[in-house]
């Protein structure tokens, strides 16, 4: 199905084009490019017209440039544009312009990528939906989602991010939602806002695009809260909280099994209990916010919380998977794979789904905690104040990874402390004698750390 024709893209951009092509996709790297893909020549760590050769030759069915780079045929399906990366954004507006979609952005300190899959799981069944790629969530994960969907979507799904104040509004004005959720307010890029209020603040301002009469779906359990409220509350928007202490969307209680997590809430004063085939008490309250979430985009909350038993977390975010070391004997580990991102709330509720993980026989339950990044000048003490997390004490052996971990290590009791390495790579190497048969293993840090090298190597340690 043509996504672009020539014209349509020439007309949203402003740009021209030395011949009529169409564009299925559109793509800004050509290891995933597909045939028919606009390929759009961004400048990153490498400038992208130096691609556009080999993209047009891979089947790419046009490409966005600034001109004609050298080995292109003058003759060329190309999408001429004063800049790449404006032109990509005009490209985005003219999609949402044109679509009849009711749209939700989601942001959020921790949880807006498996929020965001959990509202795909729901929302796929009640309409064509269309929703961000990974985390494609900065400058230009969000006009790329823009520019990919397709007309006749009934649902659009886009997360946005921030590394910075001043990055949610002018993404969440060129998103223009229907609804704007935050999934929770946490330390994550202190560094940069010196205190969690700021972080709030810039959050909030997810509703800074919102649509006239639109819905903001916020948490009721936070700090703060009342930040989120009041600039909900400026910007005209209807608002829906959900947690603990809400009253439209109530959590009430959480249980944690070995491999799921049952929830009865209060859904608008209606008794409900729903099942995620993962456990997590934040899985839990994330996923009362998509059912709010359902509701304001005019979906159907009950079948909603059907399917949501039907989402899992991937790679990174909390996968749970088994290595199998023996199988004549049946002998096996199981890992949760966080290693994607941490700061300290994602970390505390990575351990209570520890905590609650049932071992096999003789086994354990083992941590590999490597930095959390980004936490401004009290990094160190908000590294060593979780060996007070009452789920970290419920660990069997937590090893750490990094200089910021070792002051978590320094502070662990005797009975748990592990080993300490100050590299992924220096832990890996002793890594196969530090696990076994039946253990339960978790391994969470931020991306920077590099500990997903660990679960590579756990992965490794099983039979071909």
Same mark, same amino acid.
């Not at 009362?288 to 990174?316: F, H, I, K, T």
């Not at 023996?326 to 994607?340: P, S, T, V």
């Given at each position: 199905?043509?996504?672009?024709?020539?014209?349509?893209?020439?007309?949203?951009?402003?740009?021209?084009?030395?011949?009529?092509?169409?564009?299925?996709?559109?793509?800004?790297?050509?290891?995933?490019?597909?045939?028919?893909?606009?390929?759009?020549?961004?400048?990153?760590?490498?400038?992208?017209?130096?691609?556009?050769?080999?993209?047009?030759?891979?089947?790419?069915?046009?490409?966005?440039?600034?001109?004609?780079?050298?080995?292109?045929?003058?003759?060329?399906?190309?999408?001429?544009?004063?800049?790449?990366?404006?032109?990509?954004?005009?490209?985005?507006?003219?999609?949402?312009?044109?679509?009849?979609?009711?749209?939700?952005?989601?942001?959020?300190?921790?949880?807006?990528?498996?929020?965001?899959?959990?509202?795909?799981?729901?929302?796929?069944?009640?309409?064509?939906?269309?929703?961000?790629?990974?985390?494609?969530?900065?400058?230009?994960?969000?006009?790329?989602?823009?520019?990919?969907?397709?007309?006749?979507?009934?649902?659009?799904?886009?997360?946005?991010?921030?590394?910075?104040?001043?990055?949610?509004?002018?993404?969440?004005?060129?998103?223009?939602? %229907?609804?704007? +959720?935050?999934?929770?307010?946490?330390? @994550?890029?202190? #560094? $940069?806002? =010196?205190?969690?209020? !700021?972080? /709030?603040?810039?959050?909030?301002?997810?509703?800074?695009?919102?649509?006239?009469?639109?819905?903001?779906?916020?948490?009721?359990?936070?700090?703060?809260?009342?930040?989120?409220?009041?600039?909900?509350?400026?910007?005209?928007?209807?608002?829906?909280?959900?947690?603990?202490?809400?009253?439209?969307?109530?959590?009430?209680?959480?249980?944690?099994?070995?491999?799921?997590?049952?929830?009865?809430?209060?859904?608008?004063?209606?008794?409900?209990?729903?099942?995620?085939?993962?456990?997590?008490? %934040?899985?839990? +309250?994330?996923?009362?916010?998509?059912? @709010?979430?359902? #509701? $304001?985009? =005019?979906?159907?909350? !009950?079948? /909603?919380?059907?399917?949501?038993?039907?989402?899992?977390?991937?790679?990174?975010?909390?996968?749970?998977?088994?290595?199998?070391?023996?199988?004549?004997?049946?002998?096996?580990?199981?890992?949760?794979?966080?290693?994607?991102?941490?700061?300290?709330?994602?970390?505390?509720?990575?351990?209570?789904?520890?905590?609650?993980?049932?071992?096999?026989?003789?086994?354990?339950?083992?941590?590999?905690?490597?930095?959390?990044?980004?936490?401004?000048?009290?990094?160190?003490?908000?590294?060593?104040?979780?060996?007070?997390?009452?789920?970290?004490?419920?660990?069997?052996?937590?090893?750490?990874? =990094?200089?910021?971990?070792?002051?978590?290590?320094?502070?662990?009791?005797?009975?748990?402390?592990?080993?300490?390495?100050?590299?992924?790579?220096?832990?890996?190497?002793?890594?196969?004698?530090?696990?076994?048969?039946?253990?339960?293993?978790?391994?969470?840090?931020?991306?920077?750390?590099?500990?997903?090298?660990?679960?590579?190597?756990?992965?490794?340690?099983?039979?071909?």
């Amino acid at each position: 199905m043509t996504l672009w024709t020539s014209a349509e893209a020439v007309a949203a951009t402003g740009g021209t084009s030395p011949c009529d092509w169409n564009a299925n996709g559109v793509s800004i790297d050509t290891r995933t490019l597909q045939p028919g893909d606009l390929f759009v020549a961004l400048k990153a760590a490498r400038d992208g017209h130096e691609f556009v050769a080999a993209a047009l030759a891979a089947g790419a069915g046009a490409a966005m440039v600034t001109h004609r780079p050298e080995g292109v045929a003058e003759d060329a399906p190309l999408l001429i544009v004063d800049d790449v990366l404006a032109g990509l954004e005009a490209l985005g507006q003219a999609a949402r312009a044109r679509t009849k979609a009711r749209i939700v952005a989601v942001t959020g300190s921790v949880g807006k990528t498996s929020t965001k899959e959990m509202l795909r799981t729901v929302l796929t069944p009640q309409g064509k939906t269309h929703a961000s790629v990974a985390s494609y969530n900065n400058h230009w994960g969000v006009p790329l989602t823009l520019a990919r969907m397709p007309a006749d979507t009934d649902f659009g799904i886009f997360e946005i991010g921030m590394n910075h104040p001043g990055e949610i509004a002018p993404l969440s004005k060129q998103v223009r939602p %229907h609804v704007g +959720l935050v999934t929770t307010v946490a330390a @994550a890029h202190l #560094e $940069a806002f =010196g205190h969690i209020d !700021g972080i /709030a603040a810039e959050k909030a301002e997810i509703v800074a695009g919102l649509e006239p009469g639109g819905v903001a779906v916020l948490p009721a359990d936070l700090d703060t809260s009342h930040i989120l409220v009041d600039r909900a509350r400026q910007a005209g928007a209807i608002m829906i909280g959900f947690g603990t202490k809400a009253e439209a969307y109530k959590l009430g209680m959480v249980q944690i099994a070995d491999d799921a997590t049952i929830v009865r809430a209060t859904l608008r004063s209606q008794p409900a209990m729903f099942k995620l085939s993962t456990p997590g008490r %934040h899985y839990a +309250l994330n996923a009362l916010g998509v059912l @709010a979430v359902v #509701e $304001a985009l =005019g979906g159907d909350p !009950g079948r /909603a919380s059907v399917d949501l038993a039907r989402w899992q977390p991937y790679a990174g975010r909390g996968l749970r998977e088994t290595v199998v070391l023996d199988a004549a004997n049946g002998r096996a580990l199981d890992i949760f794979d966080d290693a994607y991102n941490a700061n300290p709330t994602s970390l505390a509720a990575a351990l209570e789904v520890l905590a609650a993980a049932k071992p096999g026989e003789r086994g354990r339950r083992i941590a590999f905690l490597g930095d959390m990044l980004e936490l401004g000048p009290d990094e160190m003490a908000v590294h060593a104040a979780m060996a007070e997390n009452e789920h970290l004490l419920h660990m069997d052996v937590v090893h750490t990874v =990094g200089p910021r971990m070792a002051h978590l290590h320094d502070a662990m009791p005797t009975t748990i402390k592990g080993e300490h390495a100050e590299t992924a790579d220096a832990m890996v190497a002793q890594l196969s004698g530090l696990v076994g048969p039946g253990d339960v293993v978790l391994v969470k840090g931020s991306n920077g750390s590099r500990v997903s090298q660990l679960v590579d190597a756990l992965r490794n340690l099983g039979q071909r």
